[in-house]
């Protein structure tokens, strides 16, 4: 049986196409999925993420254990509500998963895990935490509504209390605040403006039609993904897994080298690759030609070198097919893409694509191989 | 429920075939079909003038998720592509069996007609 969350009756109410993920019984879209990926690129969309897995880490030694579960610093979250994203990673330096940490307080940390990581995740991180004295707890009892758009803010304060409004408004991007049993982070997977809302499930539902009558539309896992794609973001599991490397996955940016007498689990790999030099790297893709990019699909480079599509789709914003892929660090400007045994060109570009509502990718210069 | 007109013959693929007449048949997929792919945002079609098999590929429909092949129900030679697609794959969506048709085949064989689902046939097949 699949696990349903506190919103599964509103999603079938509002006709949604619901399929499995990650044991989850979550909504696709609910009519279309390029609709709500441009309802959220111009106005407000939300999104049901309840599926995430939220843990507490709490206790005296939760920062030392934090610093060392995960190859960005904690300690960098000098001050209460701040977040940061950081890939948790195995001892051969590769990824577990990716996630958000939120620092609450003064040894009280949240950590957002990925859903169909949940049980690995939950079971690596509680046998690390056995040589600290942290607390794990996982938050099943709380839901989570992600409001993404230029006008995600704005239309969530329309439906919110005096109280929340004041907090919305102080909020900067990648901080978090608390009130009573409610978490509001102003953070996303869209690449707009928008807050991240973890509330006690029982409260889950009220809030939703809260939401729709300030005008923010459900949104479906459908434009989730086509947006995250644009925003350059990783999606686990497709673009990056336990056998690769931040290093070759565009989030060599989430190790914090310094200080170096940090030790993290995955560390003494890390050095080892960087020492030896990668052979890879993440970039974009923009097709030229015509058809859409897959997972999967052979890149081909201009030196006879291959590389793969690790996210392929396409692009409401920019109209075109756009992919992330891992290729060899020798590509240079233009590739090609096996599509059905065709060889389709394609430009190389730097991410993300899109932000704000906007294309925003740089193509790279002919010639140059960073 | 999808919609499934009567007058139209079906693949177990979810193409549909409508006879103009003994030298012309016209092909495109299904509302069922377009409902599974969700939004449609490329299709390939076949060159005009290249001659089909039944049950060969003869295009590519692709939706924002996935790709789905598309196989000539009949043998034959194309005879027209709907080139409108190549701007507005959407019309396949919003108008299976009208605007969204896919391509027109001078059929071979007429009896292939008779190896093709009825309505009923194929209202059966997707339930």
């Known amino acids: ?370 | 429920m999808s919609n499934v007109p009567n007058e139209l013959k079906y693949s177990k693929s979810h193409e549909w075939i409508k006879q103009n007449n003994d030298h012309e048949l016209v092909i495109g997929i299904t509302d069922h079909a377009q409902t599974l792919l969700g939004d449609l945002v490329y299709v390939e079609l076949p060159e005009v003038g290249q001659t089909v098999e039944q049950g060969d590929e003869s295009g590519v429909v692709e939706s924002v998720k996935a790709a789905s092949d598309v196989y000539s129900p009949v043998s034959g030679e194309i005879i027209a592509v709907n080139e409108e697609l190549e701007q507005q794959p959407e019309l396949v969506n919003s108008d299976p069996f009208g605007k969204g048709w896919l391509f027109k085949i001078k059929p071979n064989n007429l009896d292939e007609l008779t190896t093709l689902l009825t309505a009923q046939d194929y209202q059966a097949h997707i339930e």
């Open chain 1, 1 to 370: 049986m699949a696990e349903k969350t506190a919103l599964y009756q509103q999603h079938l109410q509002a006709n949604a196409k619901m399929v499995d993920f990650g044991g989850w019984e979550m909504p696709l879209h609910y009519g279309s999925q390029l609709d709500e990926h441009h309802q959220v690129r111009q106005d407000a969309g939300m999104f049901d993420v309840s599926h995430m897995t939220i843990i507490d880490v709490s206790g005296a030694q939760s920062q030392d254990f934090l610093r060392y579960l995960l190859a960005n610093n904690v300690d960098r979250l000098a001050v209460d509500g701040k977040a940061l994203y950081s890939c948790m990673l195995n001892e051969a330096g590769n990824v577990i998963d990716d996630l958000i940490v939120y620092k609450q307080a003064e040894q009280r940390y949240r950590v957002v895990v990925n859903a169909a990581t949940r049980v690995k995740d939950l079971a690596w991180i509680n046998q690390q935490a056995e040589q600290f004295n942290v607390t794990i707890n996982e938050r099943s009892d709380l839901a989570m509504l992600a409001i993404q758009g230029p006008n995600a803010r704005s239309k969530v304060k329309q439906a919110l209390d005096a109280e929340f409004i004041a907090i919305i408004d102080e909020l900067k991007p990648f901080y978090s605040k608390e009130i009573a049993d409610w978490m509001i982070a102003h953070t996303g997977y869209t690449g707009e403006d928008g807050l991240e809302i973890m509330l006690p499930n029982t409260q889950a539902e009220t809030l939703w039609h809260k939401f729709i009558n300030a005008g923010i539309k459900p949104c479906g896992l459908g434009a989730r993904d086509t947006l995250r794609l644009e925003a350059g973001m990783n999606l686990y599991g497709t673009d990056m897994d336990e056998t690769t490397s931040p290093l070759t996955s565009g989030l060599g940016w989430t190790i914090a080298w310094e200080p170096t007498d940090r030790d993290f689990i995955g560390r003494k790999a890390l050095q080892a690759q960087r020492q030896q030099g990668v052979t890879h790297k993440f970039v974009g893709l923009i097709l030229d030609g015509k058809g859409v990019l897959r997972n999967h699909q052979k890149v081909i480079l201009a030196n006879g070198e291959e590389g793969e599509i690790t996210s392929g789709s396409y692009s409401p914003t920019l109209s075109k097919a756009i992919g992330l892929a891992r290729v060899p660090k020798t590509i240079g400007a233009h590739c090609e893409v096996m599509i059905r045994n065709k060889a389709v060109p394609a430009s190389v570009v730097k991410v993300p694509f899109v932000r704000h509502g906007k294309p925003v990718y740089k193509l790279i210069a002919e010639g140059v191989s960073s």
